[in-house]
Structures are given as structure tokens and as C-alpha cells.
T-cell receptor, first 114, second 116 residues
């Protein structure tokens, strides 16, 4: 099976712009979680989707949003980018409805905001 | 709120030797799950080992084993016969289970260097 894929792998945006990141889970996996990784804050949970429904959300401002499609692919959107949004964004998928039991991570999207 | 603490920002080990990475956590839950993830320079997070809190027996996966002390809220990772490929950032992670869907709480990580 192909692993979790994330596109694009690298992205450079300007402050104030918006960005959409994509995550394709492993075939058959229905849960997708998103994390932000920065040197200062470490790994922080953004949100989780299962069967097109957001079931859990971390402590991030409303500028961060996501969605999941019927094929389980997920996107996250960040509007009005700030310099502090520069980070590695990781998504993870799991075959279980208990979506943290065994998370398979993608390679990440490195977002740089200038 | 649950927190995970890794007190060793960096560790090093000689190839073929054994190293132990420390992790402590804080929770009021009685059932939960603990994980060690490895993140090599390629940035791909890889699950190393998993421990269910209700299991008293320590988990083992080949050269990797844990020392789970529930009362002390301690969860250390032992890597035996270290290999150059073990060099990576290691993260301890906690999952509360139940309705805490998708949310892993990670420690700050420990950079492991393996010397030939």
C-alpha cells in the first residue's frame, strides 16, 4: 500500500495570503489528523476528521480550518497567514475509528511565511 | 490537561551499546496509551512502540523496549544494540483514548546521536 502523501512538500507564502495543504491517507484509512511542528512549540494537534466530520480540534485560531472528502482525503486551510505560521505541517491517518491508536504519518509540508 | 515531558534534549550512544530515553507524563486518566515515535532527518514520523496503560507487561519490539511505571507516570525507551540508523529525534506521546479523537500529545523530543 502507498503511504500517506502530502502535497505540496514545500511552500513559500507571503504574510496575509492564504494556503491550502492536502493529505491523502493510506487506502482504507478513514481518520486523518493534522499537526503543526515548530522548533518553539513542538508538535501540536490541529484537528481530526473521520468520515467527513471533524471530531476533535486543538487550540488554534479560527484561521486554521480543515475538511475531509468522501474519499478520506483531507485539506487544511490557513487564512491570513502570519509569520508564526511557518512550520512543518504533518498529517496522519489511521485505519481505526479510535484514531490515535496507530497513526501513520506523512512526510509533511514545510510552509514558510515571509 | 495532559502534559508529556522529555527531560533529555540530546543523548548520544556508541554503536552496539544500549541507551535509555526518559519520558514522564501527567494525567488524571486511568486508561490511556503511550507511544514512542522516531523522526529521522527525512522528517517522516515512524511509530516505534506502543504501550496500553491497562497492560502491566512492558512492550517490546525487537531491539526496542519500554519501562512503564504507571504509578510514577514514567515511560522510558530502551534501545539495545544501537545502530547508526537509530539516529533521529525521538518523541514520547500520550493518547487519552475515548473521545480524544486523533489527539496525540507529544513531548519536546530527544535528539539521539549514534557514534560509530
Amino acid at each position: 500500500k502507498a503511504g500517506v502523501t502530502q502535497t505540496p512538500r514545500y511552500l513559500i507564502k507571503t504574510r496575509g495570503q492564504q494556503v491550502t495543504l492536502s493529505c491523502s491517507p493510506i487506502s482504507g484509512h478513514r481518520s486523518v489528523s493534522w499537526y503543526q511542528q515548530t522548533p518553539g512549540q513542538g508538535l501540536q494537534f490541529l484537528f481530526e476528521y473521520f468520515s467527513e466530520t471533524q471530531r476533535n480540534k486543538g487550540n488554534f485560531p479560527g484561521r486554521f480550518s480543515g475538511r475531509q472528502f468522501s474519499n478520506s482525503r483531507s485539506e487544511m486551510n490557513v487564512s491570513t497567514l502570519e509569520l508564526g505560521d511557518s512550520a512543518l505541517y504533518l498529517c496522519a491517518s489511521t485505519p481505526h475509528s479510535q484514531s490515535s491508536y496507530e497513526q501513520y504519518f506523512g512526510p509533511g509540508t514545510r510552509l514558510t511565511v515571509t | 490537561a495532559q502534559t508529556v515531558t522529555q527531560s533529555q534534549p540530546e543523548m548520544s550512544v556508541q554503536e552496539a551499546e544500549t541507551v535509555t530515553l526518559s519520558c514522564t507524563y501527567d494525567t488524571s486518566e486511568s486508561d490511556y496509551y503511550l507511544f514512542w515515535y522516531k523522526q529521522p532527518p527525512s522528517r517522516q514520523m515512524i511509530l516505534v512502540i506502543r504501550q496500553e496503560a491497562y497492560k502491566q507487561q512492558n512492550a517490546t519490539e525487537n531491539r526496542f523496549s519500554v519501562n512503564f511505571q504507571k504509578a510514577a507516570k514514567s515511560f522510558s525507551l530502551k534501545i539495545s544494540d544501537s545502530q547508526l540508523g537509530d539516529a533521529a529525534m525521538y518523541f514520547c506521546a500520550y493518547w487519552a483514548g475515548g473521545t480524544s479523537y486523533g489527539k496525540l500529545t507529544f513531548g519536546q523530543g530527544t535528539i539521539l546521536t549514534v557514534h560509530p
